[in-house]
């Protein structure tokens, strides 16, 4: 099929329906010399007259005649179809409250929202940031987004994207000072810059792989905080090292400015996830992200 027939035999049924050029152009708000091109380049792109004119009214030949009979029926359809897809849409209203940590927000969620809202305009988020593991049942929140390793087993989820690998990174002045760890054991000699978790207040414990080995290391330095930008800043200026996920620091890393150290031994981390209550009916918003977002990651794989 041309990719111009189908609106082309919609015109050809309104003209039929109608018995005049003239009465389908009111109906359909077009010009009557552009729909009877229209029917006239369809006509000679089938091989055969569809209607059969005169001076005073336009009527289907006996070609048009058996087209028409086939044809009404399927565009039925396609107008139910569109119809019922109109007002699932307009179905689809209220408030999404999610919650996430700052990096997938910013990174994977705002983006993805922009088609989202343009599909859904009367979808309101309410997106909340926090570093804490938050208990989104008891919260109120519809979803949250929070890595593979930490969702509840009662927990259905939705990759929002690939693994993550970790790094162990710092400036190449901090390097050129105190110089490059080999081995995990060096780290006990270097200036390490610890991480606060928001959920529970303990420093968090750098993890690696030691061949089939899971080795958590708690580390020294001269800084904690709470705030990833933080740490980054403070490697950027030879402070020490420190330890995030690489695309916390991909445009650092590519420019220079920081490098890393102990890759053989830096893990993979489960990606970040979209979750929710598995035994909860979802809202139509949650359904319509949920199924959004699945699309999006196929049409990005």
Known sequence: MDRRDLPDLQLFQVVAEEGSFTRAALR????????SQAIAALE??????????????????????RLLKSLSPALRLIEEGLTELKEARSGVVGTLRLTSIEYPARAI????????????????????????????VESGFDAGIRMGAHLEQDMSAVPLGPDLRAVVFGSP?????????????????????NYRQASHGDLFRWSFREGERRVEMAVNGPLITDDAHTLIEAALAGQGLSYLFEPFVSEHLAAGRLQTCLEEFCPLWSGYHLY????????AALAALV???KSRRRRSA
């Open 109 to 136: 969620i705002i983006p993805a929202l922009t088609g989202f809202m343009e599909q859904y305009p009367n979808v309101t988020v309410d997106l909340r940031i926090s570093d804490k593991l938050t208990d989104i």
């Open 173 to 193: 002045d901090y390097f050129a000072r105190r110089g490059v760890p080999r081995r995990l054991d060096d780290l006990a000699d270097q200036a390490c810059l």
């Open 28 to 35: 359909l708000g077009r010009a009557q010399s552009g729909i």
């Open 44 to 65: 000679q792109r089938i091989g055969v007259p569809l209607l059969a004119r005169t001076t005073r009214n336009v009527r289907p030949t006996e070609a048009g005649q």
């Open 291 to 293: 199924d959004y977002l």
């Open 276 to 283: 929710y209550p598995g035994r909860h009916q979802k809202s």
